[in-house]
């Protein structure tokens, strides 16, 4: 195992604001042109201030939280084959999150827990791709003190102030250290999966956990998710009158109708059991199968 460990390769990227114009420096939300992207959501003062996504033409995204033109609360962020989910402040990741491989040799490798100046840093672990980990303490991007394991679960060794042995013993201390680090990131680590998120602002790719805890919608496939965050986008914030209801059920058909695609047209049933539309869907998916 590397006792360099991670240097994971994300850039700092500090989302302040440079060189913005924006449709409406009062408005309550709108489009700003930014790094030769776009963000798009809440503004005040003609700066992100809210919830808001920028998008890039190289495939960067961000969506999440933003105060006073920078990144600053939940957020998740990908770019060159990586995923971040986790928390922000003024424009850099710090605190608790997840980092996740998405291309390249590392694909599948993550690391979760502390987080300093966009760097792993503090208690956390690193789970490679074909199952083995290593649980501990990470300094400035480095394994620092903790135990490494194989897949099988059985130990491979440990770090004592930054330096790997591959055949000690595991020190009482360090066992103590893996269990508390353990159970302080079961919740992060049972939602560390990728899935595909709807939300009224926008379909994204981020962890389980995440995509659960800023109200979205969770889906296999980015069709799926393109669908459900269309719905959203079209429903209204107050409460809707049953012909508004019935346009945007006709609205989701119109997506879905077309698609031999059976999990969409199951995603259309779970919304509308009772749709006026539920008939044909169960007819197509029947033909499907």
Known sequence: MNSQFIRLMFVPMVLALVGLVASDSYADKATIEL???????DVSNGVP?????????????????????VAHGQGTQRYSGLLFAGEYE???????GTFIYTKGRSKGDKYIGGVTNNTPDGRGAYIFQDGGKFVGEVKAGKFWNGINYLANGTVNGTYSAGKECDKCKPKQSQRALVAEVTAA???LNSGSRIVWCATKIYAFETTELF??????KKY???VLA????KRLKATPSTSSSSNSDAALELEYWNVVKKSNDVDLLQAYLDEYPNGKFAPLAKIKIKKLK
């Open 35 to 41: 790094w030769n992207g776009t963000y798009t959501g």
């Open 49 to 69: 201030h809210g919830q808001g996504v920028f998008i890039h033409p190289d495939d960067h995204l961000y969506v999440g939280s933003w105060k006073n033109g």
């Open 90 to 96: 003024g424009g850099n990741r710090n605190g608790q």
């Open 185 to 187: 990131l079961k919740k």
């Open 211 to 216: 995509c659960r805890e800023n109200d979205g």
């Open 220 to 222: 296999s496939t980015k």
């Open 226 to 229: 393109d669908a459900e965050h």
